[in-house]
């Protein structure tokens, strides 16, 4: 068991990447699809035991280091060195929390697609995708070092494109996944073009190393603002938001939550790099307070282009962008006032404990519409919601997780998306009053805009095409009826959820000495 | 050694990003998109490099070292990572785009458009 939690940081990640390339063999042998899926669920089972383990023991220890290529996790700094020169993985509690929400998602999704992709063509380099983007994404979640941080976004963003231009005979599809690429691969140049400002200055590339040694020149102000546009492009913050509707659009079910989920990954490199590459900054204020402009921007823009799309994923990934907004808000908040310990213990941390909670509720509410308008796509295939009439009759599962998803992410009692944004606006009324007010708006206007579709697709008098339409086959409903669980779950203990997993992360990302000091502690 | 040619490779760098972000954001055409982010890799990459360059140092290859100190090869294994990466994204794009061709027979971003709203 010790064994298992000491390496569990590279088996989640070497795991993933060896089924990757293990996944196509197995399909070319006699029935093989059967094997293949049995084989993506056993490891995906394995790697949820080894987050679980790891998990419980970062909550319980403390921050977990590995380090490649040594015996032990304090060999960063060899004998005799003064630097960190190895490569390391550093798990904190924020770190831990991104996997949670991360190896939930990918196996709602895994289920969801077992079904969905059946039939269709390229299977195997669908897993294969799959679960490629999945060690993308854990390796930037627990990635100790800059150059590492630019290695897996890439992976996580080459996969991610493939994923969303897999429909390759349509050309909204390619379209969405070039945009897709486009964008990462841009972003991606930029976090280099910063790591190499940031390894001219200081000889090290780990982050820990990094924030010890940091001098806030004006050479570090402009890495940190490439990392920013870089993060903020990869996480679909307004105004750099345009490639989030058209991806998140044409991407096959399975995919669409991983993709978002990708997104919340590029979020939690932007905090990992505001708060703790860059943290103890004189004018953290500055910062936050453009943290929460872009999160209020998000809000508004994204909410208001959402209420007059009539294709109903395109309407939910502009949703999604203003859910993103609330995370940045809240987290903004904390971070604006993080140099001041009486606002930081009033409003502040429960504020950040707020947008950090958004993002696992968010995932998980967006992730099942996701799937349930994609449920709809599979029985009728349009996504256009003035096509659409009268489905509740047939797809009551569908429509029933719809209302989950729909109740949760306008904030209403007692599901999970009520919990976060409740945190949100009682902190930041202490905060801003006008945000608040804000943000309630937009919580209004999103609950008008999915009511309107529920009308529009589930009710009605029944259609004459869709009279044969049937319910999805059962292993999408189990992908589904995970997160839904997950939802109501969350509504009903948001306290037990906010102190066991949320907490720690708030804390992870405010102690930014003991990030320090996991790795540089043993410098004399 | 101030020399003001030790700063050639940084202006070449900064030339480079300079033209790719202009063709990136001015250009309609598709192939010419991929050729502008191909410039913008090697201007970071060049960057990257040109980092590393330590004047007399030696290469750190243990047999036949001549007397001197030796460049810890960091930034040229960075830029050899992230050589092979961007191969890869090339790659996907430059797919990407026959397909484009192959359904709207266009790659032209305004005409071969789907998206819109």
């Given at each position: 068991?010790?064994?298992?939690?000491?390496?569990?940081?590279?088996?989640?990640?070497?795991?993933?990447?060896?089924?990757?390339?293990?996944?196509?063999?197995?399909?070319?042998?006699?029935?093989?699809?059967?094997?293949?899926?049995?084989?993506?669920?056993?490891?995906?089972?394995?790697?949820v035991f080894l987050v679980?383990?790891?998990?419980?023991?970062?909550?319980?220890?403390?921050?977990?280091?590995?380090?490649?290529?040594?015996?032990?996790?304090?060999?960063?700094?060899p004998h005799g060195y003064t630097v960190p020169v190895r490569i390391i993985f550093e798990v904190d509690g924020m770190s831990i929390f991104m996997g949670l929400v991360i190896t939930i998602v990918a196996l709602a999704s895994l289920i969801y697609s077992l079904h969905f992709m059946k039939g269709q063509t390229g299977q195997a380099r669908f897993y294969s995708l799959m679960f490629l983007l999945y060690a993308g994404m854990m390796g930037l979640a627990f990635t100790g070092d800059m150059f590492n941080l630019f290695v897996f976004l890439e992976i996580a963003s080459i996969a991610g494109a493939a994923?969303?231009?897999?429909?390759?005979?349509?050309?909204?599809?390619?379209?969405?996944?070039?945009?897709?690429?486009?964008?990462?691969?841009?972003?991606?140049?930029?976090?280099?073009?910063?790591?190499?400002?940031?390894?001219?200055?200081?000889?090290?590339?780990?982050?820990?190393?990094?924030?010890?040694?940091?001098?806030?020149?004006?050479?570090?102000?402009?890495?940190?603002?490439?990392l920013a546009i870089a993060l903020v492009m990869k996480?679909?913050?307004?105004?750099?938001?345009?490639?989030?509707?058209?991806?998140?659009?044409?991407?096959?079910?399975?995919?669409?939550?991983?993709?978002?989920?990708?997104?919340?990954?590029?979020?939690?490199?932007?905090?990992?790099?505001?708060?703790?590459?860059?943290?103890?900054?004189?004018?953290?204020?500055?910062i936050g307070w453009i943290v929460i402009i872009v999160g209020v921007l998000s809000m508004f823009i994204g909410v208001m282009m959402a209420v007059h799309q009539t294709d109903i994923k395109r309407m939910m990934a502009y949703h999604a962008i203003s859910q993103g907004g609330y995370m940045l808000l809240g987290v903004g908040v904390g971070l604006a006032v993080i140099t001041n310990p009486a606002a930081l213990a009033n409003y502040g941390r429960d504020a950040m404990n707020g947008g950090i909670f958004h993002i696992i509720n968010h995932v998980f509410y967006k992730a099942l519409l996701f799937m349930t308008a994609e449920a709809i796509f599979f029985r009728i295939g349009t996504r256009d919601t003035n096509k659409m009439g009268g489905l509740a009759r047939n797809m009551k599962w569908t429509a029933a997780f719809y209302v989950i998803g729909a109740l949760a992410i306008s904030g209403i009692p007692?599901?999970?998306?009520?919990?976060?944004?409740?945190?949100?606006?009682?902190?930041?009324?202490?905060?801003?009053?006008?945000?608040?007010?804000?943000?309630?708006?937009?919580?209004?206007?999103?609950?008008?805009?999915?009511?309107?579709?529920?009308?529009?697709?589930?009710?009605?008098?029944?259609?004459?095409?869709?009279?044969?339409?049937?319910?999805?086959?059962?292993?999408?409903?189990?992908?589904?009826?995970?997160?839904?669980?997950?939802?109501?779950?969350?509504?009903?203990?948001?306290?037990?959820?906010?102190?066991?997993i949320v907490a720690p992360a708030t804390n992870a990302l405010i102690d930014q000495a003991g990030y320090i000091n996991a790795v540089m502690g043993a410098v004399p | 050694m101030e020399n003001i040619a030790d700063n050639f490779p940084f202006v070449a760098s900064a030339l480079l990003l300079a033209v790719a972000f202009y063709i990136v954001i001015f250009r309609k055409n598709l192939i010419k998109l991929i050729m502008g982010i191909a410039m913008m890799a090697s201007g970071v990459n060049l960057f990257i490099v040109a980092l590393g360059y330590?004047?007399?140092?030696?290469?750190?290859?243990?047999?036949?070292?001549?007397?001197?100190?030796?460049?810890?090869?960091?930034?040229?294994?960075?830029?050899l990572t992230s050589i092979v990466i961007n191969v890869a994204v090339?790659?996907?794009?430059?797919?990407?785009?026959?397909?484009?061709?192959?359904?709207?027979?266009d790659i032209d971003s305004e005409k071969s458009r789907k998206l819109k709203g």
């Open positions: 068991m010790d064994f298992l939690v000491t390496n569990a940081p590279i088996l989640i990640v070497a795991l993933p990447l060896v089924a990757a390339f293990a996944i196509p063999l197995i399909s070319l042998s006699r029935g093989g699809d059967r094997g293949r899926n049995v084989f993506s669920l056993a490891i995906l089972g394995l790697i679980a383990i790891l998990a419980r023991d970062v909550h319980a220890v403390g921050i977990r280091v590995y380090t490649f290529g040594a015996t032990a996790a304090e060999l960063a700094i994923l969303a231009a897999y429909r390759t005979n349509r050309a909204d599809a390619v379209e969405g996944g070039f945009k897709y690429i486009v964008i990462s691969a841009i972003s991606a140049l930029l976090v280099l073009f910063a790591i190499g400002i940031l390894y001219a200055q200081y000889n090290v590339l780990s982050i820990a190393a990094i924030a010890h040694f940091m001098q806030h020149t004006t050479l570090d102000m402009i890495a940190l603002g490439l996480l679909a913050g307004v105004p750099l938001h345009m490639w989030a509707p058209d991806t998140y659009t044409v991407a096959p079910a399975g995919t669409t939550p991983m993709i978002l989920a990708a997104s919340y990954t590029s979020m939690y490199a932007l905090y990992r790099v505001t708060f703790t590459l860059y943290g103890g900054l004189i004018n953290t204020t500055t007692p599901f999970n998306g009520f919990a976060s944004k409740l945190l949100i606006y009682e902190t930041v009324l202490k905060f801003s009053p006008v945000l608040s007010v804000i943000a309630m708006f937009v919580s209004l206007v999103t609950l008008a805009s999915f009511t309107k579709v529920f009308y529009a697709a589930f009710t009605g008098p029944e259609l004459p095409a869709y009279k044969k339409v049937k319910e999805v086959p059962k292993s999408m409903i189990i992908g589904m009826s995970i997160l839904a669980a997950f939802i109501i779950f969350f509504g009903i203990f948001p306290g037990l959820i906010v102190n066991t | 330590r004047t007399g140092g030696n290469a750190p290859i243990y047999t036949d070292v001549p007397p001197g100190p030796m460049v810890l090869s960091v930034p040229q294994a960075l830029t090339l790659a996907l794009m430059l797919t990407m785009v026959i397909h484009t061709y192959r359904n709207t027979g």
